[in-house]
């Protein structure tokens, strides 16, 4: 299997083996469980020293159990935050990623519920207060992708379960969270550079990624005289379980590879852009997407 070998500034280990493909895999549910994956995503830069920028914040990740949201969640750990991961009903991902924070020496509380009912929105919310009576960052990142050859092959039901998931669970964690979120706080929606630059074959997933776009703009309009920032992240192709969930097992083996850099990103290489618009660096900053994508060039 093909390598891309390169030293990392800062890290502890002098360079570290990141694949550039993958063995072909595939797994039958959606979204996926890390653990199945091979290999295995990479959460964390070992070389990454937080600066307290974070100190003492709750955040609310959710889709916190794997992928970018897990990186996520060890980013702002690693940066003084405590946090609470939503997620479906991801277990052994979930009590790794708690794991890994604890390691940290932070908190975290992990939230099994389904996203696609408001109430449980409310629920996740509650659960925040009530364990760490406040809440400073709002982490929109959970979502779906399915892969159909045709508008005509996209059925009413997977139109709702992907609008559900992806973006109207947006608009009910926000609309939950927003009373306890005080001035200086941030809100940061994962999107999609699919949102700009289209797929054919994923016309309802990137439909929802633009709409999660708009929606951040709009919102940071509405929220900016409450002194709450809202910015989103644009991923390009993330080897997250995602991936194996929605892609044929031959796609997963060149997954990423059409990108500039010729390689998938890992998820702790968009951690910083979270960390960047979660803390007071980013205090001008505010109906914003930041591009993390290997190179593509996305207008």
């Known amino acids: 299997m093909p390598y891309f070998i390169y030293p990392y500034i800062g890290w502890k280990q002098q360079c570290t083996n990141v694949p550039v493909v993958f063995p072909p895999q595939h797994q039958n549910r959606h979204p996926g469980y890390e653990y199945l994956m091979n290999p295995r995503p990479l959460s964390q830069n070992p070389g990454y020293t937080g600066s307290g920028k974070l ?22 750990a ?3 935050a405590d946090l609470v991961i939503a997620y479906l009903d991801e277990h ?24 696609r009912q408001e109430e449980n929105c409310h629920s996740v919310v509650e659960a925040a207060i009530k364990a760490y009576g406040k809440l400073d960052v709002l982490v929109n990142n959970h979502g779906v992708q399915f892969h159909q050859k045709s508008i005509m092959d996209i059925s009413r039901e997977q139109l709702m ?14 609309k939950a969270a927003l009373p306890h979120l005080p001035a200086g706080s941030s809100i940061i929606n994962t999107t999609s550079d699919t949102a700009f630059s289209g797929m054919s074959n994923m016309i309802d997933y990137t439909a929802t990624k633009g709409a999660i776009v708009s929606f951040t703009r709009s919102l940071a309009l509405s929220l900016a005289d409450q002194g709450i920032r809202v910015n989103a992240v644009a991923p390009g192709p993330t080897w997250t379980p995602l991936i194996p969930s929605a892609f044929t097992a031959e796609e997963v083996s060149t997954f990423g590879t059409e990108v500039p850099l010729k390689r998938p990103g890992q998820p702790f290489e968009l951690a910083p852009a979270y960390v ?7 205090s001008y900053m505010s109906g914003q997407v930041i591009f993390v994508n290997g190179g593509s060039i996305v207008t």
């Open 276 to 282: 960047l618009l979660a803390s007071d660096d980013a």
């Open 92 to 115: 052994q991902d979930a009590a790794e990623t708690k794991q890994m924070i604890n390691n940290l020496g932070r908190q975290c509380l992990p939230v099994a519920v389904d996203l």
């Open 161 to 174: 379960n992907t609008f559900q998931t992806n973006i109207i669970s947006f608009f009910d964690m926000t």
């Open 55 to 76: 100190k003492n914040k709750i955040a609310i990740v959710t889709g916190g159990d794997s992928g970018i949201g897990r990186a996520v969640a060890i980013a702002f």
């Open 78 to 80: 690693k940066e003084g």
